[in-house]
């Protein structure tokens, strides 16, 4: 059975004439009845009938044809659709650490859709760890993801997209709050409060920990900053943070690092050799031209 034969049948059934329907799908007669008459062969059933000079479908006809007619909308639909996606519009699938959700998710995306040619396209929003963003992105669930650098990822392209200072935080009531900076060694002398081991952030604070020979004595991970400059507020322990926007209100004390400047970088990640739709590079595009890396 094929979507031709579901096409001629309907036309047939809707005319129930041979002639009219092959002249108005620009086909032969013969080649129409040939055609009908091994979609009977195929299915075991008769589908019309004669009636005087016209055909009529028989009872097993008119059962068909509701499944025919479903069959063709959807193929329809589907057309139109694809169509959709190839032109101006379309849906785009992001995903993107927490930290960005404040701000730079919302702004960033607002001000793509504030562009005529993108009123159309359309977002749907996840939140996740780094290493869900990119098993995301691999599984097809993501068509776009923010988040940490990761290495050994041949198949995905990074691109850097955004810079975020790293600092040390206090409570306000902590011996260090009187001070302004501080060597970065000073994490090694106080319980530490830590990001989740297997995140991006996590796994590049264990990296600058190694650089500098320090074995921190972790209390506990938290999954993003907010937790983090809680406990750290409540006297937990000191971190060694992002300095975004969630932990501005806080209420804890920030200290810049002596003698060096540390810097996480966000990236913005994708696969490099699947196909991604109009909209969905348009948005690539418009990152990488507004990136502050």
């Known amino acids: 059975m094929t979507l031709n034969q579901l096409t001629y049948f309907r036309k047939i059934a809707r005319l129930e004439h041979f002639s009219r329907a092959a002249e108005e799908l620009n086909i032969s007669q013969p080649s129409l009845s040939r055609s009908m008459d091994t979609l ?15 055909i009529v479908l028989t009872k097993y006809g008119r ?12 193929v329809a639909t589907a057309e139109r659709k694809m169509q959709y ?32 040619e993108n009123k159309n396209v359309t977002f749907s929003f996840s939140q996740a760890r780094t290493s869900d963003l990119i098993a995301g992105l691999k599984n097809e669930t993501y068509d776009v993801v923010f988040g940490a650098y990761m290495e050994d990822q041949p198949s995905i392209h990074f691109t850097p ?10 409570s306000l009531d902590h011996p260090l709050a009187k001070e302004r900076s501080v060597p ?32 921190p004595t972790l209390i506990i991970d938290c999954p993003d900053e907010y937790s983090i400059a809680a406990l750290v507020a409540e006297d937990f322990g000191i971190a060694l943070v ?8 806080a209420r804890i004390h920030r200290l810049e690092i002596e003698n060096e400047k540390i810097i996480h970088k966000v990236h913005m990640a994708y ?23």
């Open 40 to 54: 009977e062969r195929e299915l075991g059933l008769p589908l019309f009938e004669k009636q005087g000079r016209n």
């Open 271 to 293: 696969m490099k050799n699947r196909y991604l739709i109009p909209a969905a590079n348009r948005f690539l595009k418009f990152v990488q031209e507004h990136a502050h890396s």
């Open 85 to 116: 996606l190839t032109r101006g519009g379309g849906h785009v699938d992001i995903a993107y650490v927490s930290p960005l959700a404040n701000y730079f998710i919302p702004h960033t995306v607002r001000s793509f859709l504030n562009l005529e």
């Open 63 to 74: 059962i068909f044809l509701t499944h025919a007619e479903r069959i063709l909308d959807e």
């Open 161 to 170: 997209i955004l810079k975020q200072d790293m600092v040390i935080i206090t």
């Open 184 to 215: 970065f060694e000073i994490l090694g002398q106080y319980p530490l409060i830590g990001y989740d081991h297997n995140s991006g952030l996590g796994m590049h604070t264990k990296k600058l920990y190694m650089q500098h020979h320090i074995t």
């Open 242 to 249: 992002a300095d975004v926007d969630t932990i501005r209100d």
